[in-house]
């Protein structure tokens, strides 16, 4: 990794100081396992002087309470927002997005395709597999446009082998899917393994694997089991006694333990933000809560990463060392850059970094919640205890992105009188006029990713990075009008542009995954939203390559050595 040699010494990642520590004991007992590393270093003092300064920071580093790098300031961040259209010198040294340079990617760069178990499956009430939040929003009514469910979506649970074929003709390298939670655990809780739902799993596995596409599996894409929600509350877990996060690390163990001798890459959970804020305070996605957003939106967030947690401790613990995976999570990142150059907005701009993505890195970085959100929000904000830091310490092997959009940041001129999420970012979000926007209304600027790679390699040390999301939906009623669909094609290519560029730059990204690989069931907009690189007829079940697939697939046959327009 093109590190310099002082941001070296000047501090040693969180993350791989816990992994160190990880290595040891049965990751409760940190006490426990710190002088046994202490040896372990110092069996190699003698080495050589520069050994010796290295290690010397490893002591140190454990030494010290968890704390953040060094490199707090939004330092990358260089311009004001309105300079950021690619064409004109953003004060980075990196070649621009849009400029036309050939920028290339490693070799070992992996590009693939995502969907999720809710959204592409079907099949909801075959085989066993018990009833979701998902299922009984839609069913309620009045949420998803048009009253749609996804009852079959893609019917991809009986078309998977067509759909692995798909993949395998468009040069995908790897495939991340999710698990259907109650396919396994029917009522989400353990005892009880429906079997029909193992062998599913083992055949599109199976399939992947003989097609040579790496199977990434995610094991929550928000398909909570009804049962967990009739109990506890779901993710808010009124019980008292860790009820769902139980219930979840059983299931995620029942997955390792399933499927991991082929599985190498985990994710636990897909955007605990999206689920916390658009869950619990919007109230847009399921379970549909705003009422009590000021409390309700940190609590789910908090039992979600507990769960994260618990799931990849179990993972490192009992799995890894035989299976030789790695463990990781995905969180949602859209970049915010400062409106103006004042010191209000960049501070605006940081604080909305903070509140998305700082949120759930930071937990897992160094151990608790961003500074700034334990000073807006008081006692509102979660605590960790001693052990539960200490199992989100080091938890990520890589952390997942999933990004789609940017805005400008200003500070609001006044606090709101209501209370709520958004009101405890306290930012007033805006767009530039030049920016594209897609048929969600969301701006797309491609190079916002590279800023926001820069933004999390800076602050957090350069850690492992893949981008496990990264997408656009157009207006594409028909085949025909999909399959020309230059809007989607230019936006992978600016965003891969700007993902080479970010590694260029020196940022740690080692995959990328298009969203999605097939038009789908897109949560609150029913099917009216395409976020395919393969459009769907919902009416046949006919799956056609787009233009942006096509593309695609040449972008992977030159091993991202060529991005064409
Ligand atoms: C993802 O969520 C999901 O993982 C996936 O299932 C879904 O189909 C896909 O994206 C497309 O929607 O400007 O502050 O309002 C979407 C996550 C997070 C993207 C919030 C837009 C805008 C944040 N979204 N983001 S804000």
Known sequence: MPRSFE???????ATERSNLLAEEGDGK?????????????????????ACFLLLSMLICAIHNEPSLPTNTATTT???????????????????????????????????????????VEGATHEDGRGMTIWDTFCYEGGHVLKNESADVACDHYHRYRDDVKL????????????????????NGYGGNVNQAGIKFYNRLIDTLIEHNIEPWITLYHWDLPQQLEDDVGGWLDHSGNSVVVDAFGEYARICFREFGDRVKHWITLNEPWTVAVHGYNDGVKAP?????????????????????GKAASIYKHEFAREQKGKIGMSNSADFRY??????????????????????????????DYPDVMRKRLGDRLPKFTKDQRYQLLGSCDFFGINTYSSA????????????GYWQDMFVTTSVDPSWDKNFMGWPTVPDATRELLLWISKRYNYPLLYITENGTAEDEEDVKTAQQDEGRRRFFEGHLRACAAA?????????????????????????????GICFVDFETQQRTPKRSALWYSKVIATGGQNIAR
């Open 7 to 13: 941001a070296t010494m000047s501090s040693i990642p």
């Open 338 to 367: 400062p409106l103006t150059d004042s010191k209000d907005d960049r501070d605006a701009a940081e604080r909305a970094m903070l509140f998305q993505f700082g949120w759930f890195m930071e937990p897992v970085i160094r151990g």
């Open 408 to 419: 400008l940041a200003s500070k609001p001129d006044s606090e709101s009188v209501w209370s």
């Open 167 to 186: 993949m395998k003709s468009l040069n995908l390298q790897a495939y991340r899917l999710s698990i259907a939670w109650t396919r396994i655990l029917p």
């Open 288 to 308: 549909g809560r705003s009422q009590m957003g000021a409390t309700e939106t940190y609590i789910a967030a908090h039992n979600q990463l507990l769960a994260h």
């Open 77 to 119: 961040i260089t311009t004001s927002g309105k300079n950021i259209d690619g064409q004109k010198n953003n004060g980075l040294s990196t070649a621009s997005t849009s400029d036309g340079t050939n920028h290339t990617f490693p070799s070992s760069f992996l590009f693939g395709s995502a969907t999720s178990s809710y959204q």
């Open 29 to 49: 007992d940190y006490e426990r396992r710190e002088p046994q590393n202490k040896e372990k270093l110092c069996k190699f003092l003698g080495i050589g002087l």
């Open 503 to 531: 590694i260029e730059a020196g940022v740690h990204l080692a995959g990328y995954f298009a969203w999605s690989f097939m038009d789908n069931f897109e949560w609150e907009y029913g099917y009216q939203r395409r976020f």
